[in-house]
């Protein structure tokens, strides 16, 4: 599967941005998605994912009660919207599949088998 994320950009703190990942390819609806983000300097860390069925979605702590993540299937797509953002949600946002199939759901970087290309997301202070 290939995964094409989009919908990054400069925002001020306290604005919204919402992520698109556009997958192409079979099997989309049985895979785990996940979003990490990547600051300058900093480790990839996992942000927001959600289960292959959309009715369980898991949050970093730094990101929870402002991130939501979301999918449809019928559109081989998943989403992010970002409110009140913060300067250290600055980084480089990937969205990630996991077609393991396994449950339950994986946090990891080294867990996930596809991933998208990245988009940035700078928010000023």
């Known amino acids: 599967v290939q995964l094409q994320a989009s919908g990054g950009g400069l925002v001020q703190a306290g604005g919204s941005l919402r992520l698109s990942c556009a997958a192409s390819?079979?099997?989309?609806?049985?895979?785990?998605m996940a979003w990490f983000r990547q600051a300058p300097g900093k480790e990839r860390e996992f942000a927001a994912g959600?289960?292959?069925?959309?009715?369980?979605?898991y949050y970093a702590d730094s990101v929870e009660g402002r991130f939501t993540v979301s999918r449809d299937n019928a559109k081989d797509t998943v989403f992010l919207q970002m409110n009140s953002l913060k300067p250290e949600d600055t980084a480089v946002y990937y969205c990630?599949?996991?077609?393991?199939?396994?449950?339950?759901?994986?946090?990891?970087?080294?867990?996930?088998?596809?991933w998208g290309q990245g988009t940035e997301v700078t928010v000023s202070s």
């Open positions: 990630a599949a996991d077609s393991s199939e396994v449950v339950p759901f994986l946090f990891s970087v080294d867990e996930y088998d596809y």
């Open positions: 390819g079979r099997d989309f609806s049985t895979y785990d």
């Open positions: 959600i289960d292959w069925s959309g009715g369980n979605t």
